[in-house]
């Protein structure tokens, strides 16, 4: 289980417009937690896991690190294939870039998934396993 991971961004408002597009269909929310930040994850009353997404250089980076050059890959639980279609579609509309469009994935028992690319080029995934994704 994940406590949680973060990201760091070039543009906080493009970011925010992309994971508030994709956070509807997968049942989660953003929150914002300062100027230079945001969460992304299931509520306040459920904090963590979560996603940080920021603008800011985190003291742990490498030097010479920088949002987009070592690309991130995240997979979100989605609840449906419905779910895992409109995320695509909510990515696209908010200047995502496909990375894999919706359907099973080789070599990948019961699995559906989707792949788009955020504003930064990070690999961001929604994906339902098991039965739901039959």
């Given amino acids: 289980m994940i406590d949680h991971t ?5 543009d906080l408002a ?3 417009r992309f994971y508030d597009a994709i956070a509807r269909p997968l049942g ?3 929150a914002s937690n300062s100027q230079e930040s945001f969460l992304f994850g299931r509520s306040a009353q ?3 896991p979560y996603l940080w997404i920021g603008t800011i250089r ?3 980076w ?3 690190s920088r949002a987009g050059l070592n690309q991130a890959h995240i997979a979100f639980i989605a609840p449906d294939k419905a779910a895992v279609d409109a995320f695509y579609e909510a990515a696209l509309s908010a200047g995502g870039r496909d990375n894999g ?3 099973p994935r080789e070599g990948a028992v019961d699995y559906y998934g989707a792949f788009v690319l955020d504003p930064d080029g990070n690999n961001i995934e929604a994906c339902v396993r098991g039965v739901a994704a039959r």
Avoid: D, F, M
């Avoid at 973060?6 to 070039?10: A, R």
């Fill in 14 to 16: 493009k970011a925010r």
């Fill in 58 to 60: 985190p003291s742990y």
């Fill in 46 to 48: 459920e904090p963590i």
């Fill in 101 to 103: 469009p919706p359907g």
């Fill in 6 to 10: 973060g990201i760091v961004v070039t």
């Fill in 28 to 30: 989660l929310a953003t």
């Fill in 62 to 64: 490498v030097e010479g």
